[in-house]
């Protein structure tokens, strides 16, 4: 997921929340604070709480577009379903192969150049069924 989508304002007359940007100023939308705001996510937005989407993305956003990590709209990204495909079937792939579990080694701290990613990398202990 890239940190944040940037648009440059070409058209003044599109207002946003009530006001008209110049045309030429360049607005950026950080994915990642949408990602962990408590008002669109509740309180536990910055727990790693996966099971909120067992009923899909448009149940837990209740519509809104609160979920970016392809971006939306007209430049949403064309490798999105690309990438799922492929993530998934990475991960399945590897797991009817091995368990794994976090490495003692491994050290908690994402960065994001480009896209989020441990800064440290992901130390993982993989087990052969
Ligand atoms: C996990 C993987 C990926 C993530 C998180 C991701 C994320 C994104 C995001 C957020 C945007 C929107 C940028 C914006 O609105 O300014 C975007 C655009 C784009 N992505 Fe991806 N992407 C991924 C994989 C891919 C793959 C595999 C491809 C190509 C096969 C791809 C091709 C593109 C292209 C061409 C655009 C520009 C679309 C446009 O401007 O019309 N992406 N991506």
């Avoid at 599109?14 to 950026?28: A, D, F, M, N, Q």
Wanted: glycine share 8%; charged share 15%; net charge negative.
């Amino acid at each position: 997921m890239p940190y944040e989508v940037s648009r440059q304002v070409r058209c003044p007359s599109r207002p946003i929340k009530g006001s008209s940007p110049l045309t030429g100023v360049e607005i950026s939308l950080p994915i990642l604070l949408v990602h962990h705001d408590e008002e669109l996510w509740g309180d536990d937005a910055k727990e790693f709480k996966p099971e909120k989407f067992a009923e899909g993305v448009s149940k837990v956003t209740n519509g809104q577009l609160s979920y970016l990590p392809f971006g939306g709209g007209p430049q949403v990204c064309i490798g999105q379903n690309f990438a799922m495909i492929e993530a998934k079937l990475a991960l399945t792939l590897i797991l009817q192969h091995f368990t794994f579990e976090l490495s003692p080694s491994y050290a908690h701290a994402s960065s994001s150049i480009a896209s989020l990613r441990p800064q440290y990398g992901a130390h993982l202990i993989l087990h052969q069924h």
